[in-house]
């Protein structure tokens, strides 16, 4: 048993931000009251260029995993990615209670059929319902505006106190579906004492409100009768529902029709028509009705705003989409904003519109509004902290700017102790004065095609590697007196040399032979080629600045 473990088992209540809270992506929250643990959300994150040929990141389970038996359930917040989308990967490793509201569970549910798992057990709770979770902890879903139906605040009641988990949210107060976020409803959670804050720092250094998505209704139904010929198409995120039902009212007052296009839209917009979302709206259009519509009259909602190479906007302005292309004077509209790390995609895209003749629309290129965050701004920060007036404010959901940007709110509000944690540290909530308190190892892991393995396998660093540096491989066969038998083979990836492309190994070959001759009869096979390995790369290094990775098959025949 280490150190950490036995701090958490020695009674008291304890949170630790295993995910989430040095990055965007991959939330995955620990609560332990009395040896008891509660996990709060379980997102994937997606892998940027630090990871050549992996799409998707997860938290690192084995913590919990060597705990199990204390795991009284996961509770999710709401049906975002980067909240419930690592469940489904990390099953089999976590099996517990699952406790989320019905839009969230449908969605949930969907995603775990599709990776072939029928056995979890989800609790559909609706909101501002109490419940238990192990002997511990009585937890409440608390509504709160956001960027997707059914997203909740959690509330957790403890013997030690209470505290929110804000989970993702903003103060819209004119939401096109759901509840919106309660001032009032805070304030008596307030009233009643709130050990710790622990909350969503994605824009805590954007100033003023992050707006409402009845004012994005208004400003999109504006800028699509802006543009009278040609098709629209809007991309955004496939589970903002109500900005999809502002899309088809404004389509239907400039009489376009909607279609859907992106396999993540369908699930969504199907999630949302179980849900009792989508009633009294014009039904969308099939993909293939497309091309029975005249452009003038059709407006096409299209995945791939973040600028993903294999979602449905990237493949229409490459012209690589089986039923949908672009014509000059169609027109683009980005509902949306990049989030950090993918602009130079988007641009890759926008680049391809520009080429095609298409008017682009991002939320700067015009007056309308098109697009709010689903986060809190500064002062809605503020009116929180005001309404909760907790103890302790711990930011998470974040890179460590915005974490350190919403700990210098809660400073300048004299909260009592504000704690800004990393991913895996252990914050005492009680008894006696919050704390970091220890450390739980985290990390992540890859999903490597239909494979989990850690982020720092040395399959993927090898891959950074030769992305920089490139390889060479060579292999020959001695006798007993070190006399070549045959050719020496050699192979190299991602090296050029000034005179030709052979002129590389023609080099290699020539240094080779000259390791060969300064070489003591009697050397085993491994050592002859560790010494050739290593002469190799010294000389590579020498001629093209570069350690590429090198490998030496020698063999030794008895003749
Ligand atoms: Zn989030
Ligand atoms: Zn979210």
């Not at 996961?74 to 690592?86: F, L, N, R």
């Not at 990776?115 to 879903?141: C, L, P, T």
């Not at 988990?165 to 409803?185: C, F, R, V, Y």
């Not at 052979?502 to 085993?524: F, T, Y």
């Amino acid at each position: 048993m280490n150190k950490i473990n036995n701090i958490l088992d020695g009674g008291g209540f304890y949170f630790s931000p295993m995910g989430g809270s040095e990055e965007f992506g991959v939330n995955f929250n620990l609560y332990v009251c009395d040896g008891e643990y509660l996990i709060i959300d379980c997102g994937i994150g997606f892998a940027d260029d630090r990871y050549p040929g992996i799409d998707l990141l997860l938290p690192d389970p084995s913590f919990i995993e060597q705990n199990k038996d204390k795991l009284a359930g996961i509770v999710i917040t709401h049906a975002h990615e980067d909240h419930v989308g690592a469940v489904a990967y990390l099953w089999e490793r976590l099996q517990c209670p699952i406790y989320a509201t019905p839009f969230t569970a449908c969605v949930l549910r969907k995603k775990l059929e599709q990776e072939g798992i029928f056995d979890a057990h989800i609790n559909v709770i609706e909101q501002n319902n109490s419940f238990e979770i192990g002997d511990g902890f009585s937890v409440k879903f608390i509504p709160v505006s956001h960027s997707i139906p059914d997203a909740s605040s959690m509330l957790i009641k403890t013997k030690y106190g209470n505290i929110i988990h804000s989970g993702d949210w903003n103060l819209d107060q004119d939401p096109i579906i759901g509840i919106k976020t309660e001032a009032q409803a805070f304030e008596s959670i307030g009233d009643g004492g709130v050990l710790a804050y622990i909350g969503d720092s994605t824009n805590s250094q954007v100033s003023g409100y992050a707006g409402s998505e009845n004012d994005v209704a208004k400003g999109l139904e504006a800028e699509i009768s802006r543009h009278k010929k040609g098709k629209i198409f809007v991309t955004m995120f496939a589970s903002n529902i109500g900005r999809i039902i502002s899309i088809a009212r404004a389509a239907q007052k400039n009489e376009r029709s909607v279609a859907l296009v992106g396999r993540s839209l369908h699930r969504m917009v199907g999630v949302a028509m179980e849900c009792g979302y989508m009633d009294g709206l014009p039904d969308f259009l099939e993909e293939e009705d497309i091309e029975h519509i005249s452009d003038d009259n059709l407006v096409i909602i299209v995945t791939g705003s973040q600028g993903e190479h294999r979602a449905a906007l990237a493949r229409i302005s490459r012209s690589d989409h089986r039923r949908v292309s672009l014509n000059r004077g169609d027109t683009v509209i980005f509902s949306s904003r990049a989030i950090p790390g993918n602009e130079r995609t988007i641009s890759a895209i926008k680049n391809n519109l520009s080429a095609a003749g298409v008017n682009m629309v991002t939320p700067r290129d015009t007056k309308n509004l098109i697009h709010v965050s689903g986060h809190p701004c500064k002062d809605e920060v503020i009116s929180m902290l005001e309404w909760l007036r907790p103890t302790c404010v711990i930011p998470v959901h974040g890179e460590r700017q915005q974490l350190d940007a919403q700990g210098q709110i809660a400073n300048d509000l004299n909260v009592d102790h504000v704690i800004v944690p990393n991913n895996g540290s252990v914050i005492r909530l009680a008894p006696d004065v919050p704390k970091i308190v220890g450390t739980i190892e985290t990390g992540l892991l890859a999903v490597d095609q239909r494979r989990i393995i850690p982020a720092t396998h040395q399959s993927i660093t090898a891959r950074r590697k030769l992305q920089y540096s490139g390889a060479v491989h060579a292999s020959l066969v001695l006798d007993n007196n070190l006399e070549l038998l045959g050719n020496i083979k050699i192979d190299t990836v991602g090296l050029s040399c000034k005179r030709s492309d052979d002129c590389i190994i023609e080099d290699i070959r020539e240094h080779i032979l000259d390791v060969l001759d300064s070489l003591d009869i009697g050397l085993g096979e491994d050592e002859i080629a560790e010494k050739i390995r290593i002469s190799l790369r010294k000389y590579v290094l020498n001629i093209l600045g570069l350690r590429p990775k090198t490998t030496m098959h020698v063999t030794l025949v008895d003749i």
